[in-house]
T-cell receptor
Framework: AQTVTQSQPEMSVQEAETVTLSCTYD???????LFWYKQPPSRQMILVIR??????QNATENRFSVNFQKAAKSFSLKISDSQLGDTAMYFC???????????FGTGTRLKVLA | DAGVTQSPTHLIKTRGQHVTLRCSPI?????VSWYQQVLGQGPQFIFQ???????GRGNFPDRFSARQFPNYSSELNVNALLLGDSALYLC?????????????FGSGTQLSVL
């Protein structure tokens, strides 16, 4: 069975600084997708970034980028130039290709300090 | 355009009762998924529906059921409520429910079972 582990329950970062959130996963599958979702106090989950496992190039979306290490089964999220609006819970998620069951980690609460 | 809408936003029930939660997907989206998010944890997959057919089911007891209507809206039903059913229930929609698609989440229904 697939598992997703986020070992940092809480983190904080100063505004404009860079922070990295960690995620590891376990699977025997070769084709899958990895995601980072943000959940602000409004409770609505918002997709931050997505990575296809078959792509070696790390995904980037503006200030958000990932470090995908397939052999190590690691998928960290880097937030550059942190903004107050980045304050939220961040969830790492895994999806086996061809299935519909997302598996989420337990989340990291990120607080951006002014 | 309206996003994914869920109703009600909050609900209080007592043990043994049943509850119906409702979800309207984004216009044009044909797939709806349901997730349960217990406090302090990541969302857990309950169901996915596409074109009114169940495509996937998570590890939840038969007390949980769902359906999708011709207009693609969906209901999640939970019978014989237990205290442990207290959670945020999230609905997500996507165009076809495929793995490479972006999921759009609603703001959830907070269910409290007393």
């Amino acid at each position: 069975a697939q598992t997703v582990t986020q070992s940092q329950p809480e983190m904080s970062v100063q505004e404009a600084e860079t922070v990295t959130l960690s995620c590891t996963y376990d699977t025997s599958e070769n084709n899958y997708y990895l995601f980072w979702y943000k959940q602000p106090p409004s409770r609505q989950m918002i997709l931050v970034i997505r990575q296809e496992a078959y792509k070696q190039q790390n995904a980037t979306e503006n200030r958000f980028s990932v470090n995908f290490q397939k052999a190590a089964k690691s998928f960290s999220l880097k937030i550059s130039d942190s903004q107050l609006g980045d304050t939220a819970m961040y969830f790492c998620a895994f999806l086996t290709s061809g299935t519909y069951k997302y598996i989420f980690g337990t989340g990291t609460r990120l607080k951006v300090l002014a | 355009d309206a996003g994914v809408t869920q109703s009600p936003t909050h609900l209080i029930k007592t043990r043994g009762q049943h509850v119906t939660l409702r979800c309207s997907p984004i216009s044009g989206h044909k797939s709806v998924s349901w997730y349960q998010q217990v406090l302090g944890q990541g969302p857990q997959f309950i169901f996915q529906y596409y074109e009114k057919e169940e495509r996937g089911r998570g590890n939840f007891p038969d007390r949980f059921s769902a359906r999708q209507f011709p207009n693609y809206s969906s209901e999640l039903n939970v019978n014989a409520l237990l205290l442990g059913d207290s959670a945020l229930y999230l609905c997500a929609s996507s165009l076809l429910g495929e793995a490479n698609e972006k999921l759009f989440f609603g703001s959830g229904t907070q269910l409290s079972v007393l």
